[in-house]
């Protein structure tokens, strides 16, 4: 009787033990990890907390690395949602993305950057704002 007894505990404790440790998979597979690409070390660089805005002048060149597994085809930017024609250099360790301003641009410009990782699974977005000179305000 007690041996009866033992062994139904077991088998109690061995039934909540695996129903736990059930859940922890997931219907149809694993879920796949994506890693989206990273943006990093902006030019002009990125506005510092209670500075002024640097201030380029209309046309200039902007860049950035964007580090990860990258599709380089993927990669877009814009500028106050205007396409730019992105010049992309793989490096190794990461791509520089280098653009140059439409020189109709005046006053502050958001710089967007898209990129999607290599097995299109994750986008990765970032941006920063820029202050770009007005006509009347360059100096002579």
Known sequence: ???IKNIKYFLLLGAIFFAGSSYAFEVGG???YCKPPQFREFSPP???????FIEVEPGSEISVKATGS???SSIRVFAKKIV???TIVDRKSF???TATLPAELRGY????????ADKRECTGKDGW?????????MNN
């Open 1 to 3: 009787m007690k041996i």
């Open 30 to 32: 694993a879920r796949h």
């Open 46 to 52: 990125e506005r510092v907390k209670n500075q002024p």
């Open 70 to 72: 990258i599709d380089p």
């Open 84 to 86: 730019l024609k992105p």
């Open 95 to 97: 791509f520089l993305i």
């Open 109 to 116: 410009a958001r710089i967007d950057l898209i990129a999607q």
């Open 129 to 137: 704002l820029i202050k770009i000179k007005e006509t009347g305000s």
